[in-house]
């Protein structure tokens, strides 16, 4: 009776290990988006020259193939003890991926309507679309993460 209650502390005191480098590697990719929004601010507004922009997206864009690798290996691990949590880590890198799909496609518009201000070509509509569409993934990855953050907690409070 007592191994078997080791076992399951030792298998919730892992698994809240694991949740852990989730949370720390999300942390990380929220702040890659900000630094990525803030560049792209400034190239809008001038104040970022665009070798400099390309600078910042290509270190951003290393940073976010490192968050994913990370809680990829993180995914990996919890599978072999608990499929759902590692589905639900599963549903947040997807909707990741969704969501920075379509943050590169707004950017790419904005970046075509300020080269194409002499032209005819009107992107404000596609762009309000793209821009909804991120919104739209982004409140998924924060009710997926919700759920996972109440998981971590229900981990904890049976190792604690």
């Given at each position: 009776?007592?191994?078997?209650?080791?076992?399951?502390?030792?298998?919730?005191?892992?698994?809240?290990?694991?949740?852990?480098?989730?949370?720390?590697?999300?942390?990380?990719?929220?702040?890659?988006?900000?630094?990525?929004?803030?560049?792209?601010?400034?190239?809008?507004?001038?104040?970022?020259?665009?070798?400099?922009?390309?600078?910042?997206?290509?270190?951003?864009?290393?940073?976010?193939?490192?968050?994913?690798?990370?809680?990829?290996d993180v995914e990996?691990?919890?599978?072999?003890?608990?499929?759902?949590?590692g589905g639900m880590?599963?549903?947040?890198?997807?909707?990741?991926?969704?969501?920075?799909?379509?943050?590169?496609?707004?950017?790419?518009?904005?970046?075509?309507?300020?080269?194409?201000?002499?032209?005819?070509?009107?992107?404000?509509?596609?762009?309000?679309?793209?821009?909804?569409?991120?919104?739209?993934?982004?409140?998924?990855?924060?009710?997926?993460?919700?759920?996972?953050?109440?998981?971590?907690?229900?981990?904890?409070?049976l190792i604690c």
């Amino acid at each position: 009776m007592v191994d078997a209650k080791n076992e399951i502390l030792a298998k919730n005191e892992a698994l809240s290990e694991q949740l852990q480098k989730v949370l720390k590697a999300q942390d990380t990719r929220m702040k890659l988006y900000r630094e990525f929004d803030i560049a792209f601010k400034d190239y809008l507004n001038g104040k970022c020259p665009e070798e400099q922009y390309s600078s910042v997206c290509k270190i951003v864009t290393e940073g976010f193939q490192e968050v994913s690798k990370e809680i990829q290996d993180v995914e990996k691990e919890v599978n072999k003890s608990d499929t759902v949590i590692g589905g639900m880590i599963r549903q947040l890198q997807n909707v990741e991926k969704e969501r920075l799909e379509k943050v590169n496609n707004t950017a790419n518009l904005q970046i075509l309507t300020i080269r194409s201000k002499e032209s005819d070509k009107d992107y404000d509509e596609t762009i309000k679309q793209e821009q909804k569409g991120v919104k739209e993934s982004t409140d998924k990855v924060y009710e997926i993460w919700d759920k996972l953050r109440e998981e971590m907690h229900g981990v904890a409070s049976l190792i604690c």
